[in-house]
C-alpha cells in the first residue's frame, strides 16, 4: 500500500472541494465533502496507477506536502 498527500482546495463558486495530488501530474478530482473528495481521491489515483507506465509519470521523489497556516496583520 502506498500513502499520497492530497491537496483539498475549497471551490467558494460551485462548493465542495477541488482534489490535487502533488506527486501525480494531472491527477485532480472533486467532491462535495471532505469525505467524498477522499473517496474521489483514492479512486483518482488508482485509476491512475494503472495507466502503462510510459503514461503514468509518478514523481519518484515525492515529498510530503507541508501545509501551514499563518497570521499576518492587516492594516486596518
Do not use: K
Not at 24 to 52: K, N, Q
Amino acid at each position: 500500500m502506498a500513502r499520497y498527500a492530497v491537496v483539498l482546495t475549497p471551490d467558494l463558486e460551485s462548493g465542495g472541494f477541488t482534489v490535487t495530488v502533488p506527486s501525480l501530474p494531472g491527477v485532480v478530482t472533486h467532491g462535495e465533502t471532505v469525505e467524498e473528495a477522499l473517496v474521489e481521491a483514492r479512486d483518482a489515483i488508482a485509476c491512475f496507477l494503472e495507466l502503462p507506465d510510459d503514461a503514468a509519470a509518478i514523481d519518484e521523489d515525492r515529498v510530503e506536502v507541508i501545509m501551514a497556516t499563518v497570521d499576518v496583520a492587516v492594516p486596518a
